[in-house]
C-alpha cells in the first residue's frame, strides 16, 4: 500500500464521542413516505422514491458505520438499513500499531458490527458479498443467498496485491486483512521458533508504524530482535521533509534498519531477496506495499479504475449504475485521485448520509469535494508520534502521541455498541 496510502488521523478537528443513546436501539419503524420534494433531480435519481426503501451497505468500513450511526439519530421515512459483513468485528486501523506496541487491547480497537448494527435498528447479513445482479437488483452472498436492495453501497476496502512478490503468498505475512495479520502476528511472536529477524516489505507510514510497534512488543527480548524496513525507492514519500527527517531520526533511535532504495523481489523460507540480488536474511517478513479493490468487483460490471476501485462520480454514486454507491478504499471519485487513507473514507460519511436520504426522497443528488491535504500522525511506540500537514508543517512529541490517542478514542467511542 506503499504510495497509495498514507498514514493520518481520520479527522483533524472536530471528533466528538458520542456514546451510544436510548435512541440508538429504537428499531427502525415503516412510515408514510414524504411527497416527492421539488428541485432538480440529478441523474443519479431518475426513479421515484419507493415505500419501502432497502438501502443495503455492503461492507462495515469507516463510511458505513457513519450510516448506521447517522440514521439511527435521525431516521429516514421509508427507508431499512441492513448491513452486509464478511466480519463481525471491524478493525480500526489507526490503532492497529498502538495495539501491536500493547498500548490498547483488541477490543478496542474494532467495532462490533453486529451489535451496532442491532442498537441502529439495522438488519444484519454476516456473509461476504460475492457479486451483484444489477437487473434483478441484488447483492449475490458467499453463503448461496443474496439480498435485494433499491439502493446499494460498497465499503468494502482493499486487499493486499502480493503478485509483484514472489512467494509472498506462500511465506510471507500480508498487513490486511487486519485480523488476519493479528492472529498470524501473535502465533509467530509466542510460538516456538520465535523470530530473531523481522523484515517489513514497504516503507509507507503502515510499515513504519508497525516496524516500530514490534520493536516496542519485542523490548524485552534477548538478545534483542533485528528489525529491518525495505523502503522501496525511498522511505515514506508521501509524507513532508520535516516529517521524513523526524521518522528517520526515531527510527535510528529505536534501532529499526532502514534499507533504501530496495524493491523486494522475492519472499522465501529464509528470507528475501531484492530486486539487486541482495539477500536479507528475515525468519519474520511482513509485507505493507501495493493494494487493490477486491477482485470480485470485476464481475459487477461498474467502470472501475487501473487499481480495480469502483468509479463514482463527485455525489458517491457510480459512474455506472445511479443505484450503487461506492465509497473507501475500494472507491474512487472520478477526477479527485487521492490516497488511499482512512482519512478519506471517513470524511465521506456525511456526503453520503446525505445522497442516500437524498435518494431515498427522490431528490438530487449533492457533489462532494474530497479535501487535498490532511494531518498526518505516525507513532514512533515509544510513547511519541510525529505528526504534519502538507508541504512544511511537522511536529513531534509526548503531547502529540496524546493528541493521536485522544482522536482514535473519539471516534472509537462514536461506534461503542456495549451495554
Ligand atoms: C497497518 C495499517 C495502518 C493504517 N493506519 C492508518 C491511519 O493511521 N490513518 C489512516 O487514515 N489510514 C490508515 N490506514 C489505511 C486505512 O486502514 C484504510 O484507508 C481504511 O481502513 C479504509 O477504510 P474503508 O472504509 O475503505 O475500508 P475498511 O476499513 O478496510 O473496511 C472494509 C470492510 O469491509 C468488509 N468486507 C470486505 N470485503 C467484503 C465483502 N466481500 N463482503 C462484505 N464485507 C466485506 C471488511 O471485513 C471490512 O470490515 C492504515 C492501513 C493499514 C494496513
Not at 36 to 48: D, F, H, K, Y
Not at 327 to 346: L, M, N, P, S, Y
Amino acid at each position: 500500500m506503499r504510495g497509495s496510502r498514507s498514514i493520518s488521523c481520520r479527522s483533524s478537528t472536530t471528533w466528538t464521542s458520542r456514546k451510544t443513546s436510548p435512541g440508538c436501539a429504537r428499531r427502525w419503524r415503516r412510515r408514510p413516505v414524504p411527497r416527492r420534494r421539488r428541485g432538480r433531480r440529478s441523474p443519479a435519481s431518475t426513479e421515484a422514491p419507493v415505500a419501502d426503501h432497502h438501502i443495503v451497505l455492503v461492507g462495515g468500513g469507516h463510511t458505513h458505520v457513519q450510516v448506521l450511526t447517522a440514521f439511527r439519530d435521525r431516521p429516514e421515512p421509508g427507508a431499512r438499513l441492513t448491513l452486509v459483513t464478511d466480519r463481525r468485528l471491524t478493525p480500526y486501523s489507526g490503532m492497529l500499531p498502538g495495539h501491536i506496541a500493547g498500548h490498547y487491547r483488541r477490543e478496542a480497537m474494532h467495532i462490533d458490527l453486529e451489535a451496532l448494527a442491532r442498537r441502529c435498528g439495522a438488519g444484519f447479513r454476516l456473509a461476504a458479498a460475492t457479486g451483484i445482479d444489477r437487473d434483478g437488483r441484488a447483492v449475490r452472498l458467499a453463503d448461496g443467498g443474496s439480498l435485494a436492495f433499491d439502493t446499494l453501497s460498497l465499503d468494502v476496502g482493499i486487499t493486499p496485491d502480493l503478485t509483484g512478490i514472489d512467494g509472498a503468498d506462500r511465506h510471507a505475512l500480508a498487513v490486511k486483512p487486519i485480523g488476519g495479520l493479528l492472529d498470524q502476528l501473535d502465533a509467530r511472536l509466542a510460538g516456538e521458533g520465535k523470530p530473531n529477524r523481522i523484515l517489513m516489505v514497504g516503507g509507507g507510514p503502515a510499515g513504519i508504524e508497525i516496524a516500530l510497534a514490534l520493536r516496542t512488543r519485542l523490548a524485552a527480548r534477548e538478545p534483542r530482535p533485528w528489525i529491518g524496513i525495505a523502503a522501496g525507492e525511498a522511505l515514506a514519500p508521501g509524507l513532508n521533509a520535516g516529517m521524513r527527517r523526524r521518522i528517520r531520526a526515531a527510527l535510528a533511535r529505536r534501532g529499526v534498519t532502514v534499507l533504501e532504495p530496495c524493491r523486494i523481489a522475492s519472499v522465501d523460507a529464509d528470507g528475501a531477496t531484492a530486486s539487486d540480488g541482495r539477500r536479507i536474511a528475515a525468519e519474520l517478513v511482513i509485507v505493507s506495499t501495493a493494494a487493490r479493490a477486491p477482485n470480485w468487483l470485476a464481475s459487477t460490471g461498474l467502470r472501475r479504475a487501473e487499481d480495480g476501485s469502483v468509479l463514482t462520480a463527485d455525489t458517491l454514486a457510480t459512474l455506472s449504475d445511479p443505484a450503487i454507491f461506492a465509497v473507501g478504499d475500494c472507491a474512487a471519485i472520478d477526477g479527485q485521485r487521492r490516497e488511499k487513507a482512512g482519512v478519506f473514507a471517513v470524511r465521506q460519511g456525511p456526503p453520503l448520509v446525505e445522497n442516500l436520504r437524498r435518494r431515498v426522497r427522490g431528490a438530487a443528488l449533492r457533489p462532494y469535494r474530497a479535501q487535498t491535504r490532511y494531518l498526518a500522525i505516525l507513532s514512533t511506540g515509544d510513547g511519541g508520534a510525529v505528526a504534519g500537514r502538507g508541504r512544511w508543517l511537522a511536529l513531534e512529541g509526548r503531547w502529540v502521541w496524546l493528541w493521536k490517542d485522544w482522536l482514535d478514542r473519539s471516534f472509537m467511542g462514536r461506534f461503542d455498541a456495549s451495554d
